[in-house]
């Protein structure tokens, strides 16, 4: 084969449509970067409620506000952790090619999703009439974080829910097009390995 011969064969249409990039994509280290960002911040907030309370040394939460009430942050764990194997199963099912356990798996973890958020507004309104984020230290550590995350819950349901709309309308996902898929995979495990920290943290730790 020819020079000119084997450059037409290396840029013409078929070998420009079929080939395949090499490595991560630019979407996926973006994400990755964007995570580990986040999970700084977290890890900064978490650290500053542990800093706080024992520079305090005293009794904790202060001010007389009670220990958290574990039973409403348990059932918030039960539905949000579990959320990640939906996810797990409609990014597996799309790099088969399999649209309907795309579909199933993201609008199952979209229903997770928002009954956790559900159950935090209900936990706040609860809380509210107890203390605020004014209050003291607690309260503003409280809110901050959990508030916080709960927002990062509220976007990742934004990216789930455009796919699953995306999907429905014969988006072109398919075996060899699934990053969009894959990064809020990533993002969704994220919001999920963050709740178990500040499930601990905010809730577990003052009972230890």
Known sequence: ???????????????????????RSTGWWGMVMFVATEATLFACLL???FYLRFQYGGPWPP???????????????????????????????????????????????????ITFLALQA???????REFTMTTNAYGSLFYLITGFHGLHVLVG???????????????????????????AAIYWHFVDLVWAAIL?????????
């Open 1 to 23: 084969m020819s020079i000119r011969g084997g450059v037409a064969a290396a840029t013409g249409t078929e070998a420009l449509t079929t080939e395949l990039p090499v490595g």
């Open 157 to 183: 349901l934004t990216m789930i829910g455009w796919l699953l709309a995306a999907s429905l309308r014969g988006g072109s996902f398919g075996a060899h097009r699934h990053d969009r898929v894959r990064n």
């Open 122 to 128: 209900g936990e706040y309104a609860g809380k509210l």
């Open 47 to 49: 650290g500053s409620y």
């Open 200 to 208: 601990f943290t905010v809730y577990l730790s003052p009972r230890l």
């Open 63 to 113: 001010g007389g506000i009670s220990k958290p009430e574990l039973l409403v942050p348990l059932v918030m764990t039960a539905v949000l952790l579990p959320s990640s194997l939906p996810m797990v199963w409609a990014e597996r099912g799309i790099r088969k090619g399999q649209h309907w356990r795309l579909r199933s798996g993201l609008a199952a973890t979209l229903v997770l999703g």
